[in-house]
């Protein structure tokens, strides 16, 4: 799951990049891979900054004030396609037509058919493996198509509306166009989040694009409203357009924004995140209660498994009249592990983000409270550090039910077997989890928890859980393609080989950040050394 941001500020001396860079770090939890911004100054000019690494190791204050321009677009990583080679990091650029800048979240499930028309029909050259890079140049083939010196709004719906009909898959996007303003659209069936705010300022009204509320909240925005699945909004400094460009097709959000990825104070298409959290502790505490009596156990303490699960863990021990202890501590400098690369560097970091305190476990019988279990890797990993500071038995419940199927729409589970419920009971996931029971809450009641509060969404993407999915196009050699390209066995050997991986290749660069490389001391290329980006392509 990726971040995207675009901002237009009504004053264009007033520079866009702080106020994106702050809107970035609150949507870190959507991507910690990469990140970057690009802002549009005065004459048209692009200034970018990007690289691989958090909002806070990226932009220091000196690469902020690089970043002239009252508006701009940002990005933060998640990487679902492609590599996580910083030449991907995001906001991609075209310099024609016009000057385009993309931001992308979600992923596209035809990337080989649209890599053969961009080379045989659109004879567009794509430099990179990311689908977003193959999205933005649809999005340019169709705005060059109009032949325009100067183009307008309705220019811009028709290139968005026919790059619907041309694509299939996820996808919220943040575009810029050199000069002109910030465009956001969603795919047809509105799998991924983007909402549009506006603030008043001194000379008139700034307006944001976001992946979630919870910026506009933070940077003073008001008015949010989600962008309409099928829909474009275009922001000039002359006002807003929106229209509905896709033909109709079911709106269908990703469910697992509200179990996961989204933070818990945003509201995404209405619905509050923390209160369908609540909910699905509620839910979930009935079927602990059927399961608990069934096997004719007793609970002492529920305990959450930070950070994400702890809104519903409370909620149902309330409903059962359970104590709830925070058993965990979670160190707060440890990101989400479930999104960083490589099972290895996800088995480690769960032991270095949470440790188990022996006064809340030593002797007990304890209800550990996740919101998923994907991989089993953290569950794995905390109900042996449970036993080992004395618990006598660890019963985990999860918000979720089972995940059984690959998912295609921007977060990476590509492959089946690497997820504990595949070709499993839940007998046999909680003997591969080492845990004494484990519970599952069901798909209906996960989909009412959320529903409840926006009944007027007929169905959300609940395709990690069922095997069927939205947009179609999903075939079971897709599927098999995707595993052979992107299980994390093959990621692992990819970036073993990769010399640029190996340090080998530091000043051969992907192309399309080469500016991020002009300072690479450090952890990450921190980019020191942000130039407008039109002039920076061809100079050695
Ligand atoms: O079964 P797994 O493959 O381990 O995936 C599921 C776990 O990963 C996530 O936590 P994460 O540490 O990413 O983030 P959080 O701090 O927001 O809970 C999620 O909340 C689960 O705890
Ligand atoms: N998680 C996402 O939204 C990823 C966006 C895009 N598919 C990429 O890999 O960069
Ligand atoms: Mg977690």
Not at 25 to 48: N, Y
Not at 136 to 164: S, Y
Not at 255 to 277: H, K, N, T
């Amino acid at each position: 799951m990726c971040g995207i941001l675009g901002l237009l500020l009504h004053d264009p001396s007033v520079d866009a990049a702080p106020d994106i860079c702050e809107g970035l770090s609150l949507l870190q939890h959507r991507g910690q891979d990469a990140c970057g911004i690009v802002t549009c100054g005065p004459k048209g000019r692009f200034f970018q900054c990007k690289a691989n690494g958090m909002v806070r190791d990226v932009f220091d204050e000196k690469a902020i004030s690089k970043l002239i321009g009252g508006m701009g677009v940002g990005h933060v990583r998640y990487p679902t396609a492609g590599s996580s080679n910083h030449a991907e990091a995001q906001p991609f650029y075209v310099n024609s037509p016009y000057g385009i800048v993309f931001a992308h979240n979600g992923n596209l499930i035809d990337g080989p058919s649209l890599l053969q028309y961009m080379d045989a029909t659109a004879h567009r050259h794509i430099n990179t493996s990311s689908d977003s890079e193959l999205l933005l140049n649809l999005f340019a083939n169709n705005l060059q198509q109009t032949g325009k010196f100067r183009i307008n709004e309705d220019d811009i719906f028709n290139a968005i509306g026919g790059l619907m009909k041309q694509c299939t898959g996820a996808y919220a996007c943040v575009a810029m166009l050199a000069g002109f303003g910030i465009i956001a659209f969603r795919d047809p069936n509105g799998i991924r989040p983007v909402g549009v705010a506006s603030r008043r300022s001194n000379s008139g009204k700034d307006y944001l694009f976001a992946s979630e509320s919870i910026v506009a909240d933070a940077l003073g925005f008001s008015e949010w409203e989600d962008v309409k699945p099928g829909e474009a909004v275009i922001i000039t400094r002359s006002g807003v357009s929106r229209k509905r460009v896709a033909e109709h097709a079911t709106f269908a959000p990703d469910i697992f924004e509200f179990v996961y990825f989204a933070r818990p104070d945003s509201v995404l298409d209405g619905i509050s995140v923390y209160r369908s959290r609540m909910a699905m502790g509620d839910a979930l505490a009935v079927e602990v209660d059927k399961v608990l009596k069934q096997h004719g156990i007793t609970v002492d303490v529920v305990i959450p498994v930070p950070d994400t699960s702890r809104v519903a863990a409370l909620n149902l021990a309330q409903k059962l009249s359970l104590p709830y202890r925070e058993g965990f501590i979670k160190n707060r400098y440890v990101g989400r592990t479930f999104i960083m690369p490589g099972q290895q560097m996800r088995r480690k970091n769960v032991r270095r983000k949470l440790n188990a305190m022996a006064l809340e476990f030593s002797g007990k019988n304890v209800l550990l409270v996740d919101d998923s279990i994907v991989r089993g890797t953290t569950s794995k990993e905390i109900i042996q550090m449970a036993k080992d500071v004395g618990a006598k038995k660890v019963i985990v419940a999860s918000c979720a039910p089972p995940i059984r199927y690959s998912n295609v729409y921007g977060i990476d589970m590509p492959s089946r077997t690497e997820l504990v419920a595949y070709g499993r009971t839940t007998q046999e996931i909680a003997e591969a989890i080492g845990a004494d029971l484990v519970v599952f809450q069901t798909l209906p009641d996960l989909v009412a928890s959320v529903r409840q509060f926006n009944p007027s969404i007929p169905t959300f993407d609940c395709s990690v859980f069922t095997g069927e999915y939205v947009t179609g196009g999903v075939t079971e050699e897709y599927l098999r393609q995707l595993e052979l390209l992107r299980a994390d066995n093959v990621k692992h050997k990819l970036t073993a080989n990769s010399r640029e991986d190996k340090g080998e290749g530091s000043v051969v660069n992907g192309f399309h950040d080469r500016e991020t490389m002009v300072a690479s001391s450090g952890p990450i290329n921190r980019a020191d050394d942000t130039v407008g980006l039109h002039n920076t392509w061809n100079v050695s």
